[in-house]
């Protein structure tokens, strides 16, 4: 029983770790509007979670961001974009289409996250550790 419940603190201190690496990433791209910055998120989930497995999602919320993902893995721009500053909105102008398509570099902040991973374990297993033993349960 208390394995179980040390698992999901365990599992949350390596989503945080995780996510402040992401936060870090998005720290480093050149801002526009903050959407992005702002839609990074970490969630518990219930779903693909079961007793002594916790599961938690890193990631950005691509109604706050929809453009993360052309961020992340870079993009094709076809055709004239405007920035709105009173909307704060950039607008993309498909009757205005570029004389020759530019490839916009991908500036990932997820993936490289994942590098972080072994740091990530090292502080599940000492919060799985320390949860243990506050519990009374010894090796």
Known sequence: VACQEAARPAAQAGAQGLYDE?????SRI?????????????????AKSSP????YHVSWNARKAPHGHLVEYGHLQRYEVS?????????THKN????????????????PAAAK?????????ERLLAELSAAGVTK
Do not use: C, W
């Open 22 to 26: 992401v936060v870090r990433n998005v």
């Open 30 to 46: 050149k801002r526009h509007t903050g959407n992005l910055a702002s839609s990074i998120y970490q969630a518990y989930s219930s």
């Open 52 to 55: 002594g497995v916790a599961t």
């Open 83 to 91: 920035y709105d500053s009173k909307t704060r909105r950039f607008t």
């Open 96 to 111: 205005k289409p570029l004389a020759l398509p530019r490839q916009v570099a991908a500036r990932p902040f997820v993936r």
């Open 117 to 125: 991973m072994l740091q990530a374990e090292q502080a599940m297993r």
